[in-house]
Nanobody
Framework: QVQLVESGGGLVQPGGSLRLSCVAS????????MGWFRQAPGRERDVVAT????????YYADSVRGRFTISRDNAKKTVYLQMDSLEPEDTAVYYC????????????????????WGQGTQVTVSS
């Protein structure tokens, strides 16, 4: 069955970096648009970054643009989120998600458009 497993979260000081990974199984990654989302306590789940099927088109939330980078390796069935210059406001559970269908260049940012979700990985930014 379709499965997404995130890893790489943890505790980091402000200004530090983390790299999240999402390994997909049960489906062919190159057929899916992928995204990273996050949810802080008491808040709705929001988009962080998304990437199209080919990996040549991306979307970033305003709050992370210039600090985070999303990428994918379809051969390794893995999606990454490089997070630099982390801030306490980045503290949240980070989720990987996959969306089937749509054009090759499409990079949707709406949570409701994604079909499959991982279990999440906690990122805490604190001194």
């Amino acid at each position: 069955q379709v499965q997404l497993v995130e890893s790489g979260g943890g505790l980091v000081q402000p200004g530090g970096s983390l790299r999240l990974s999402c390994v997909a199984s049960g489906f062919r990654l190159y057929y899916y648009t992928m995204g990273w989302f996050r949810q802080a306590p008491g808040r709705e789940r929001d988009v962080v970054a998304t990437i199209n099927k080919r990996g040549d088109g991306t979307y970033y939330a305003d709050s992370v643009r210039g600090r985070f980078t999303i990428s994918r390796d379809n051969a390794k069935k893995t999606v990454y989120l490089q997070m630099d210059s982390l801030e306490p406001e980045d503290t949240a559970v980070y989720y990987c998600a996959a969306k089937s269908g749509g054009s090759t260049s499409y990079v949707p940012s709406n949570v409701a458009e994604y079909d499959y979700w991982g279990q999440g990985t906690q990122v805490t930014v604190s001194s």
